[in-house]
C-alpha cells in the first residue's frame, strides 16, 4: 500500500502557473481598474510571478502595526499592498509618463515622403 502512494505522488507533474498580464513590467505606469484602489496610476515597483499579483508605488496602502525593539522604535507603517495583474491595465512604457504610448496601434510619427519623379521628355511626332 505504501509503494502505491510513492507512485502516484511521483507521476504528479508540478502545475505551472502563467502570468495574468505578460506585457507589465516593472518601471512601467499602471491605472488600477477595479478595487478599492480603483483609478489611481502608479509606477510598478515589483512583480510577484507565482501568485500574480504586483507591488505599486503609493496605491493601496496598508497600516501595519511594528513592535519596538532595541534599535528600532515601535509605531504604525503605511506599507503598499499588492494588486492583482488582472486589475490593472498598462498606462505607458518606462518611468517618462505619458511619453511613449502604450498601445502599438497608434499612427506612425513620421511619414515617408516619395521621392520626386523627373519630368517625362515630350516626344516629337515625325512627319
Known amino acids: 500500500m505504501n509503494s502505491l502512494k510513492q507512485r502516484f505522488t511521483r507521476e504528479r507533474k508540478e502545475i505551472k502557473t502563467q502570468r495574468a498580464n505578460k506585457?507589465?513590467?516593472k518601471g512601467d505606469i499602471v491605472q488600477?481598474?477595479?478595487?478599492?484602489?480603483?483609478s489611481k496610476t502608479g509606477k510598478v515597483l515589483k512583480i510577484f510571478t507565482k501568485s500574480n499579483r504586483c507591488l505599486i508605488e503609493?496605491?493601496?496602502?496598508?497600516?501595519?502595526?511594528?513592535?519596538?525593539?532595541?534599535?528600532?522604535?515601535?509605531g504604525i507603517d503605511e506599507?503598499?499592498?499588492?494588486?492583482?495583474?488582472s486589475n490593472v491595465k498598462l498606462v505607458s512604457r518606462g518611468s517618462t509618463e505619458g511619453k511613449t504610448p502604450a498601445k502599438k496601434s497608434i499612427a506612425k510619427?513620421?511619414?515617408?515622403?516619395?521621392?520626386?519623379?523627373?519630368?517625362?521628355s515630350k516626344?516629337?511626332?515625325k512627319k
Open 123 to 125: 516626344k516629337v511626332a
Open 109 to 120: 510619427t513620421e511619414t515617408k515622403t516619395k521621392t520626386e519623379k523627373k519630368p517625362a
Open 23 to 25: 506585457n507589465i513590467r
Open 58 to 74: 503609493k496605491v493601496n496602502m496598508v497600516k501595519k502595526h511594528r513592535k519596538p525593539t532595541q534599535s528600532t522604535p515601535g
Open 79 to 85: 506599507v503598499e499592498s499588492s494588486i492583482h495583474l
Open 32 to 38: 488600477v481598474i477595479s478595487g478599492r484602489a480603483f
